[in-house]
């Protein structure tokens, strides 16, 4: 097949394209660099399997040629706070863009949405028909309700115009390739752990969260894409656990010295985080298989050998 990946010189983006490639698809990678990087695909930029576009989502996509395939990841993660009206045209206009190419070219479209959706949920673990407890207004307002309105408007698409969609909701993902200074706590624990820096977690730490290993991600969107399924599907490590525990592994794996900081919780910070997969198990026939110690290893040895100190 020949496949579309937006947002496929970012972490996430660039395994899923590795993962096209080894299974034999042509792929089309489109980023505009803001947070993805030239260095995650510079081993693919050879292959005759494999074409960069370098251009903006919210942007007319420069695209041309059939299309079997359509991965919708680009996305303002990590800098949403910075960046929300840039976060929000890249949720609205951006995923517009995509949807229209995907009902002309008569493409899957397959969404990369998030367990944000859930905002800080009062449901545990959460659900696919649990509709969230999110604040419209708050400072991860713009990440938040960017992503439920693609999944809106992916449905809208089904519903109106026959588009074949497929809904992800992604739960924290974690791996080689993730930027060290983009926010999120994995790289950013492993980068100060390294450097010998203290850990700083919010509150007392006892907020939930779980990681699911990158490997595992990409077999459960390539699952997802060939599944005839459009509603939201969970996708992610069920193996929950405190980030004050997640701080203190990363030190001992690391082998670090580093201390562990305390500071105030930031609004709206969501105290658990746990996916119910049991439709991903069922539908997909798909679960994790990296366990959380192994992952860590991995992604430790990584920016031990390829990412500057921090």
């Known amino acids: 097949m020949r496949v579309l990946v937006t947002g496929g010189a970012g972490f996430l983006g660039s395994h899923l394209v590795d993962g096209l490639i080894a299974d034999g698809h ?12 030239r260095r995650n695909i510079e081993h693919v930029l050879g292959s005759n399997r494999f074409e960069f576009v370098e251009a903006d989502i919210v942007a007319p996509l420069p695209v041309s040629g059939p299309l079997d395939r359509i991965f919708h990841l680009a996305s303002v993660v990590a800098r949403h706070a910075e960046q929300p009206i840039a976060t929000l045209r890249t949720g609205a206009e951006g995923t517009r863009r995509v949807l229209d190419l995907a009902a ?16 800080d949920p009062v449901v545990h673990p959460q659900v696919e028909t649990y509709a969230g407890h999110v604040n419209p207004v708050g400072p991860r307002s713009s990440y938040n309700e960017a992503k439920r309105f693609a999944e809106a408007l992916a449905v809208a698409y089904g519903r109106e115009r026959g588009t074949a969609v497929r809904i992800a909701r992604i739960f924290n ?11 999120r706590v994995v790289p950013t624990f492993i980068t100060r752990a390294l450097a010998g820096r203290p850990l700083r977690v919010f509150g007392a730490g006892r907020q939930t969260r779980s990681f699911c290993y990158v490997s595992d991600m990409v077999e459960a969107l390539l699952a997802l894409a060939e599944a005839d399924y459009s509603g939201p599907v969970n996708l992610g490590n069920p193996d929950e656990m405190t980030v004050l525990d997640l701080a203190r592994e990363i030190i001992s794996l690391a082998g670090s010295a580093s201390a562990v900081e305390f500071g105030p919780m930031p609004e709206d910070d969501p105290v658990r985080r ?26 430790i040895g990584y920016y031990r050998s390829e990412e500057p100190p921090v």
Do not use: H
């Open 274 to 299: 746990r996916p119910d997969i049991s439709l991903a198990r069922r539908l997909l026939g798909w679960e994790p298989k990296v366990g959380r110690e192994d992952g860590l290893r991995r992604t």
């Open 104 to 119: 002309e070219r008569r493409a899957v479209c397959i969404l990369a949405s998030t367990s944000e959706v859930y905002g």
């Open 26 to 37: 042509a792929v089309v990678c489109l980023d505009n660099l803001s947070t993805g990087r």
């Open 173 to 183: 993902t974690y791996g080689p390739r993730m930027r060290p200074d983009d926010g």
